[in-house]
């Protein structure tokens, strides 16, 4: 079966720095999505990966490693505004999108 | 960017009714349109994925005849929940796909949250 794992919650201070691993096993690969999610809202485009290394885009940055089935999102100098839900999806063999169930990011003060 | 609108943002109605959400894409045309389910606290579930001009594939567990898809050009798309329940209220999310670059990006609309009563 297709899997998309990441974990379910994490926590971390304002101006911190935060990974959010992704692994997946999916029936072929065409690119890995990050979406950011806030509650009650629709998801929006961070990062797509599809080629192994780092993409980096102002604070998010995110990381591709197509033989470990591997990916991360890393925000810098996190803001409070960055709580949400952040949703790592893949794109299979037949370019349909898995996704994973989201990080829940908790930011503190 | 590219824009995706849906319409409503919200709505209320009475069990057993029939609902109609629209998705357009507003400044591009969109080779697929997907809608999702999404509810409370749990990740997007794809529940169809339309093709202009031909009959949506629907995900499995997904019943078509409940959840009627019409994709009638490339720019707008409909999902009409027919006899709804309680047990259909949720949010609804649906994406447009443009190819860009060869990756088929999805771009969500805002959402709507419907509410059977």
């Known amino acids: 079966g297709q899997n998309i794992d990441q974990p379910t919650e994490m926590t971390a201070t304002e101006g911190a720095i935060v990974q959010i691993n992704c692994t997946y096993q999916t029936s072929g690969f065409n690119g890995l999505f990050w979406y950011q999610q806030h509650a009650g809202e629709a998801p929006t485009f961070l990062s797509y990966n599809v080629l192994d290394g780092l993409e980096e885009k102002g604070r998010f940055s995110s990381f591709l490693s197509r033989s470990k089935g591997y990916s991360y999102l890393l925000l810098k100098e996190l803001q409070m505004k960055d709580s949400a839900s952040y949703l790592c999806?893949?794109?299979?063999?037949?370019?349909?999108?898995?996704w994973g169930a989201g990080t829940k990011l908790i930011i503190k003060p | 960017g590219a824009v995706v609108s849906q319409h409503p943002s919200w709505v209320i109605c009475k069990s057993g009714t029939s609902v109609k959400i629209e998705c357009r894409s507003l400044?591009?045309?969109?080779?697929?349109m997907f809608w999702y389910r999404q509810f409370p606290k749990q990740s997007l579930m794809l529940m169809a994925t339309?093709?202009?001009?031909?009959?949506?594939?629907?995900e499995q567990g997904v019943e078509k005849d409940k959840f009627l898809i019409n994709h009638a050009s490339l720019t707008l798309s409909t999902l009409t929940v027919t006899s709804a329940h309680p047990e259909d209220s949720s949010f609804y999310i649906c994406?447009?796909?443009?190819?860009?670059?060869?990756?088929?990006?999805?771009?969500f609309g805002p959402g709507t949250r419907l509410t059977v009563t």
């Open positions: 994406s447009a796909s443009e190819e860009v670059a060869g990756s088929y990006e999805q771009y």
């Open positions: 400044d591009f045309q969109a080779t697929t």
């Open positions: 999806a893949v794109k299979d063999s037949n370019y349909q999108l898995i």
């Open positions: 339309s093709n202009e001009g031909s009959k949506a594939t629907y």
